[in-house]
């Protein structure tokens, strides 16, 4: 009976031990991306509404969740259901910091909440301006 090391030496390993440490010290190499973000935001929403920078990136953070990214419910506005804690871990803030900006948001009328942690985000920021650009939503409620 042969040695299990003599048969194992035969096969060659599919990748090289260094290819592996290199690979696990770098990382994976991840590509940049970017969102369409309508130029009215930058052109009105920004110059009107004083918002503060947390304000600003919780916006841009659903906005990207409804219009940006793959989504089931595109058509009627509304972003996929998140977790407050994962919220508040990816944007750094606190749960009442989250509320007291969600609350701003809803205020101003960028948002609504359809549930908890699920949100319907205009495409353009405001009634009077989605009408303005002929957005209109498939009826969900």
């Known amino acids: 009976m042969e040695d299990i090391r003599s048969v194992l030496s035969q096969f060659n390993p599919k990748k090289k031990r260094s290819e592996d440490l290199q690979k696990a010290t ?3 190499v991840k590509l940049a991306s970017s969102s369409e973000i309508p130029d009215v935001f930058f052109d ?3 110059q009107k509404f004083k ?3 947390h304000e600003i990136t919780l916006l841009m953070f659903l906005y990207r969740q409804v219009w940006c990214r793959p989504n089931l419910y595109k058509s009627h506005g509304i972003g996929p259901l998140n977790s407050y804690s994962e919220l508040c871990v990816n944007l750094g803030i606190t749960s009442e910091e989250l509320g007291t900006y969600l609350r701003v948001l809803e205020n101003y009328g960028f948002i609504e909440t359809v549930r908890s942690g699920q ?3 205009r495409k353009f920021f405001t009634e009077e301006l989605d ?3 002929g ?3 498939d009826e969900f409620f």
């Open 44 to 46: 009105v929403i920004l």
């Open 51 to 53: 918002l503060n920078r």
């Open 26 to 28: 770098l990382g994976p």
């Open 135 to 137: 957005q209109n939503y």
């Open 119 to 121: 949100y319907f985000v």
């Open 131 to 133: 009408q303005q650009y």
